[in-house]
């Protein structure tokens, strides 16, 4: 679905066209849903997908347009998955905490993406999967993350090269 027919139904839905709403929600719970499984983990992204949805219907008449549909979308889901992960540190033991900062050896042949996905920066996964897992522009990119286009080029680039840098550790093992 093009940007204009989600900017169209916006507006449909913002007037309270409930029809509208579900095309949208059709429309973008595929990759909504992604980002989310890239963020969290694929076992929490259906409940963090539909948080995105009801902060998004909540949010609906407060929305000015001033953003592509997908990216102001896209934004809630990163900021619901951003409040889940926060969530979780701060009921986590210490014990969790240490475990998970280090990573074991990679082996490729075990290995998915969202494996090696998981073992970036948050701020890197979400500028990688953005970018090369959902399609979207740098442009857009910078305006889901509200930063500079510059800072989403520079993260793809070191999430590249970290995962380059993964792949040929678990070749070389």
Same mark, same amino acid.
């Given at each position: 679905m093009s940007? /204009? /027919?989600?900017v169209h139904l916006t507006h449909a839905a913002v007037n309270g066209d409930d029809a509208a709403l579900r095309e949208i929600v059709d429309a973008t719970q595929d990759p909504v849903y992604?980002?989310?499984s890239y963020l969290s983990s694929p076992g929490e992204a259906e409940d963090l997908t539909q948080e995105t949805y009801l902060r998004a219907l909540q949010?609906? =008449?407060?929305?000015?347009?001033e953003? =592509?549909?997908?990216?102001?979308?896209f934004g809630i889901a990163r900021h619901v998955c951003a409040d889940h992960i926060r969530r979780k540190v701060r009921r986590a033991p210490l014990e969790r905490k240490v475990a998970s900062a280090s990573h074991a050896e990679l082996d490729v042949a075990d290995i998915e993406l969202g494996e090696l996905v998981d073992t970036l920066e948050p701020e890197k996964r979400t500028a990688f999967v953005l970018t090369q897992v959902l399609g979207m522009s740098y442009e857009e990119a910078a305006v889901v993350c509200d930063c500079p286009i510059g800072t989403i080029r520079s993260r793809v680039a070191r999430a590249r090269a970290h995962l380059a840098a993964a792949v040929r550790e678990a070749d070389a093992s």
């Open positions: 940007e /204009d /027919d989600l992604r980002l989310c949010a609906l =008449p407060r929305f000015r347009f953003a =592509p549909v997908r990216a102001w979308l």
